[in-house]
């Protein structure tokens, strides 16, 4: 029944593909397993769901991953499904990959609106958040003198993109530098009010703020810039399948993110979004046939690229639903919740982000009063093999911890016991 399912879905059965050889049938064999035993996951309650979302995944036994905002693992029924595809590609690329996985490309941009939250006429994929930001960056018609309002707290990759602008079109960049973290909603969107000038033509919000997590009020800084003829673009890098919410309730124009990070869908997937009406005037990054199109395909022609990888995001979509949104987003506050409260009280450790549900998700930061971020992090390596990231970047400095929906309890009570060993050593 699986197997018919995943043929029917991608149009494959009637063009023979269950011929193929008897490798790609011992990986589908794999990749149906999973998918059965996910099925019968979504029924377990609490403890025992989690424990069969941990097994979900290929965690590794070696080492304790607490940089997944990075970029996130794939469970392993997206590896499978990635494998299959993959392998099936190389039996014929030309035929599997623009005559079979292509027909995939649609049903998955229906799937992709429903958790989005919009229009899939809105909606484009692509390979990272990098690419479907500076579409919109390097797409949007700007002039010399226009003002773009953002703030030092921004992705690099994002900051690069709009300097280059700046360099080559004279528009204006109006910085914000906040002093994270802040838990005062008006207090953030004031700030970003206060760079609004009649110039002003685009504000960039960075949705969830990779460098510790912090959450801006992006529908509420929207709705100001919109009300002033402002147009909005939204980096949900990490927003995107971590926070519950669903890109209307945004407001933004623009939106764009990776699907590798809170997905978990392969890496090098991304979605890129534009409100209906603000196609036709967006450039597309790599032309298109007719670049003044309204049909938001022309942002897809990207040349030849692993058909595998993005056929295998309406995996992720499926592991994605089968958690549900809120149910993750509650999870990942838990995890979060239960190791920064067993920390906190230690007079040489600091929370350096939010830590509210209006605020935050799954990312905390942490320093050790006297200790680099490096070697904070260095010395939780060391101790119990825990992976995390040293953040020094602008005013934020220390270690930024991120678990995902397979970290276990256990882990986080080996992060908590590195970090107040640190913390008692005698200097
Ligand atoms: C806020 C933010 N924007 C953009 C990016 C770029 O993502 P990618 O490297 O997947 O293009 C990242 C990556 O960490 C990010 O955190």
């Known amino acids: 029944m699986q197997r018919r399912n995943l043929f029917k879905y991608l149009g494959a059965s009637a063009l023979g593909l269950s011929t193929s050889g008897s490798i ?6 794999e990749y149906t397993g999973s998918l059965a035993f996910l099925k019968e996951l979504s029924g377990l309650k609490d403890d025992d769901f989690w424990a069969g979302i941990r097994s979900a995944y290929s965690v590794n036994p070696t080492m304790i991953n607490l940089n997944n905002g990075g970029v996130a693992p794939s469970p392993r029924v997206v590896q499978e499904a990635l494998d299959y595809y993959n392998r099936m590609c190389n039996d014929g690329p030309s035929y599997y990959m623009w005559r079979v996985l292509d027909g995939g490309r649609e049903p998955m941009r229906k799937n992709m609106a429903e958790i989005a939250g919009c229009d899939m006429e809105e909606l484009a994929f692509n390979r990272n958040s990098s690419e479907a930001l500076e579409t919109i960056i390097f797409g ?3 002039n010399k003198g226009d003002e773009v309002v953002l703030t030092k707290q921004d992705y690099p990759n994002m900051i690069n993109a709009w300097k280059q602008r700046e360099k080559r079109d004279g528009i204006v960049l109006k910085w914000i530098n906040f002093d994270f973290p802040i838990e005062d909603k008006k207090k953030i969107i004031d700030a970003f009010s206060a760079q609004f000038t009649p110039r002003t033509k685009v504000v960039h919000i960075t949705h969830a703020i990779n460098w ?30 971590h926070f519950p919410y669903k890109i209307k309730d945004l407001n933004c124009d623009y939106f764009g993110t990776s699907l590798h990070k809170w997905l978990s869908a392969p890496i090098g997937s991304g979605l890129l979004y534009v409100r209906k009406e603000k196609i036709k005037n967006l450039y597309p990054l790599l032309a298109s046939a007719d670049s003044e199109s309204t049909d938001i395909r022309k942002f897809e022609s990207l040349g030849t690229r692993s058909l595998a990888i993005e056929q295998a995001i309406a995996n992720a979509i499926d592991f994605y639903r089968m958690i549900g949104p809120e149910r993750k987003f509650d999870r990942l506050f838990e995890l979060k919740t239960y190791w920064t409260n067993k920390v906190i009280q230690h007079p040489k450790v600091k929370i350096t982000s939010p830590l509210s549900k209006e605020f935050s998700g799954a990312i905390a930061n942490v ?3 006297g200790k680099k971020p490096n ?3 260095d010395f939780i390596y060391n101790d119990n093999r825990i992976h995390s990231v040293a953040i020094n970047w602008e005013n934020i400095n220390s270690v930024r911890i991120t678990p995902n929906v397979y970290t276990s309890l256990n882990d986080l009570d080996k992060l908590v016991e590195s970090i107040l060993k640190l913390a008692d050593t005698k200097d």
């Open 24 to 29: 790609l049938k011992a990986m589908e064999k």
């Open 140 to 142: 949007l018609r700007l």
């Open 212 to 241: 510790n997590g912090q959450l801006l009020p992006a529908r509420e800084i929207a709705d100001v810039a919109r009300k002033n003829g402002i147009e909005v673009l939204v980096d949900a890098a990490h927003s995107f399948a």
């Open 367 to 369: 320093s050790v009063l």
């Open 375 to 377: 070697e904070l992090a």
